[in-house]
């Protein structure tokens, strides 16, 4: 009966809000346990000089079903929060694809052939390897790395740093070397491959916290829930009939515990737990890559060409223009994905390289007021081949873990982290 469960969800981002919200909707009584003073995790958003930020530019494609819905469940409106563009990648100077108003895979296809900054040839063989996935149906034989996919797939180097480098950074945080190329495929089946929607890239117009964790916190609360913040876990205590969780505030029993932290929070919550050691050395197999984010507040009428454009081979690999996109004039935003070169300097002067650019390829000669590197050093796993993602069933049946970490077919994504905590509540008997 719904009426004996009672269920903890430990961490408050966008996979263990995704699960409150959907044990919510199906009247189970949840309390989420969440250590920060805010809700959002990864994806937050932070006051900075009067100014609302995020943690770090993100974009949704329109295939991340699951995470729109929720936004739409616990009260949002999709097509209000955010910006909608349908496909297209802008490398300033170098190279633009745009696709037109076709279905898909059509749309993608048209792209390739009439992007600019590629030859003749490059464009075909770009087209070639879309329909050989297409035959291939997205799937390999054997996981490899995109950067030997592409290999055997005739994808020269001009046309891979161009295409596919920025688009396998873009989707998986991790550099084509070490990328799995089965896990980039499956987010091309996913946004390039269905419907002509799928493949819109969507930026969000308010900040990560409101977008849908704060506003999941409200849906929990109005179906009896509860939602504690700076309430962090300490331990997780399977016991005779349940579960405790144990806080500085203190003990609580439960029917059932979602474990829907990062992944090192989950691996030193566990680690006590003999009979989940299979699980938390997954956890520590995996390895992090990190995400830089430099916003730059210029005066009002600065403006870029588009409301996101890249820069071939620049530091600044993807920037946005906050005013185009929020109504935030002349806030500007630099995201620098993945390892590199850029680790090896501090934060002023990485932001002094970004002012270079900006200067360089936009005639933007004017001085920022102010600047702000945020750092996240562990943004997100490193997307190998064949990685074994932990599964979010445990060894011990009442015990679940959600997060982008854990096993699916996405990379690192919101979408992943929300897939993560919809499996993890429909897992709970009467959900
Ligand atoms: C800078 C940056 C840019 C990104 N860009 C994109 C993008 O464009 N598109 C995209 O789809 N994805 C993007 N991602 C990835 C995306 O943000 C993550 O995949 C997603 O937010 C992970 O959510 P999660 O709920 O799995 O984990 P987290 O967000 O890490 O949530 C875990 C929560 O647990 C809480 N917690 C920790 N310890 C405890 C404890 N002991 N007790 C209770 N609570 C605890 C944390 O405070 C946190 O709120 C980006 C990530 C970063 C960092």
Not at 81 to 109: C, E, Y
Not at 203 to 232: M, N, W
Not at 236 to 261: M, N, R
Request: with cysteine.
């Amino acid at each position: 009966m719904a009426q004996e469960l009672k269920v903890a969800v430990i961490g408050g981002g966008y996979a263990g809000m995704a699960t409150a919200a959907e044990l919510a909707s199906h009247n189970i009584p949840v309390t989420v346990f969440e250590s920060a003073r805010q809700l959002g995790g990864r994806a937050r958003g932070v006051q900075y000089n009067g100014t609302q930020l995020d943690n770090g530019q993100h974009l949704l494609l329109g295939c991340y079903r699951e995470t729109l819905r929720l936004i739409e469940l616990v009260g949002g409106d999709v097509e209000r929060d955010f910006l909608r563009m349908p496909l297209q990648l802008d490398l300033h100077g170098h190279f633009s694809l745009r696709a037109p108003h076709l279905p898909a895979p059509l749309h993608l296809l048209v792209a390739l052939l009439a992007a600019q900054g590629l030859s003749w040839g490059e464009r075909i063989k770009a087209a070639r390897f879309m329909l050989a996935l297409r035959g291939m149906r997205f799937r390999l034989v054997h996981d490899v790395t995109v950067a030997e996919l592409l290999k055997q797939h005739g994808q020269d180097a001009d046309l891979s740093l161009k295409l596919w480098e920025p688009l396998c950074i873009a989707a998986l945080n991790t550099p084509m070397q070490k990328a799995s190329a089965q896990v980039l495929l499956n987010v091309l089946r996913d946004s390039l491959n269905r419907k002509r929607a799928d493949s819109d890239m969507l930026l969000p117009r308010i900040d990560f916290t409101t977008l849908l964790p704060q506003r999941a916190a409200g849906y929990v609360e109005r179906h009896g829930g509860k939602v504690h913040l700076s309430c962090g876990a300490e331990s997780i205590v399977p016991k005779d009939f349940g579960i405790e969780v144990i806080t500085p505030q203190g003990t609580q029993l439960f029917s059932h515990v979602i474990c829907a932290t990062s992944p090192t929070v989950a691996a030193d919550l566990l680690r006590s737990l003999p009979a989940l050691s299979e699980t938390v050395s997954r956890i520590d197999a995996l390895e992090q890559q990190p995400i830089y984010t430099v916003y730059l507040q210029y005066p009002a009428q600065v403006q870029l060409p588009h409301p996101m454009i890249g820069l071939h081979r620049g530091y600044s690999q993807w920037l946005f223009d906050k005013g185009r996109i929020a109504g935030q004039r002349g806030l500007l935003a630099a995201v620098i994905s993945a390892e590199g070169i850029h680790q090896e300097l501090s934060q002023d002067e990485l932001a002094q390289k970004v002012i270079a650019e900006l200067r360089s390829e936009f005639g933007i000669d004017t001085t920022p007021q102010w600047f702000k590197v945020i750092a996240e050093k562990r943004a997100t796993f490193c997307c190998s081949p064949d990685l074994q993602r932990p599964a979010q069933r445990t060894a011990i049946p009442n015990l679940l873990l959600a997060g982008d970490y854990t096993a699916g077919d996405y990379p690192a994504t919101l979408e992943g982290a929300v897939l993560s905590g919809l499996y993890c509540a429909k897992s709970i008997p009467e959900a």
